[in-house]
């Protein structure tokens, strides 16, 4: 399978604790995003790399929240002190470098339950 | 300010039929919009786009139709079948924003009835 890949695919934790995400995007794509989407609603943005340069973050990224492309390649996503409400799925994305286009090629999430 | 929204949050139809699924959105100036369609466990995967120069753009069984006039797009399905059963969501970068920063829309649930 060459599509954007996720781990963990389900997280249950408790308040309090932190958990990290790992995004490993197609591997031709230089561009990788993270999107968070809640129950009933669409995703929301959350983040962009180009490469391994962060250029923009939502103001929904907290500062518990840290994603990292430290080489990139792959991406992980790390909350601390997790909060009830960060119960979501956490979607990433890659597209191309070139062009300007809205195709993302989403992963299949990884779900996060806080207890 | 902008915003995308769904006319209906679901929609049932008969395998074989069309189906259309509508969107509005509420600022004048968006000139790029995308098809989005999640099913269920998945992620969301790219159907169609369509910029503001053109009316209609036409894909495999599906219809994009924008009248910029009343602000209104819709997607069109031709010959429903039961994999097309699934989330569909409109989407538009934000305003100012590169093409990768959407904003969804909330999404209409699309049930095929065998």
């Known amino acids: 399978d060459t599509g954007v890949s996720q781990d963990p695919r389900h997280k249950i934790t408790k308040r309090g604790q932190n958990v990290t995400f790992r995004c490993d995007p197609i591997s031709e794509h230089n561009r990788l995003y993270w999107y968070r989407q809640t129950l009933g609603q669409g995703p929301e943005f959350l983040t962009y790399?180009?490469?391994?340069?962060?250029?923009?973050k939502s103001r929904l990224l907290s500062d518990r929240f840290s994603a990292e492309r430290p080489k990139g390649s792959f991406s992980t996503l790390e909350i601390q002190r997790t909060e009830q409400g960060d119960s979501a799925m956490y979607l990433c994305?890659?597209?191309?470098?070139?062009?300007?286009?809205?195709?993302?090629?989403f992963g299949e999430g990884s779900r996060l339950t806080v207890l | 300010g902008e915003s995308v929204g769904l006319h209906l949050p679901t929609l049932s139809v008969q395998e074989g039929d069309n189906s259309i699924i509508n969107c509005a959105y509420s600022n004048s100036a968006s000139d790029y919009f995308i098809w989005y369609k999640q099913e269920s466990g998945k992620g969301p995967q790219f159907i169609i786009d369509?910029?503001?120069?053109?009316d209609k753009r036409q894909g495999q069984r599906v219809t994009v139709l924008l009248n910029k006039t009343v602000k209104h797009l819709s997607l069109q399905i031709a010959a429903t079948q039961p994999g097309d059963s699934a989330v569909y969501f409109c989407?538009?970068?934000?305003?100012?924003?590169?093409?990768?920063?959407?904003?969804f829309g909330k999404g209409t649930l699309l049930t095929v009835n065998p």
């Open positions: 989407a538009e970068p934000h305003s100012g924003g590169s093409n990768y920063k959407l904003t």
């Open positions: 790399f180009q490469n391994e340069a962060q250029l923009e």
């Open positions: 369509i910029r503001s120069n053109m």
């Open positions: 994305a890659s597209s191309r470098g070139q062009g300007n286009t809205g195709e993302l090629f």
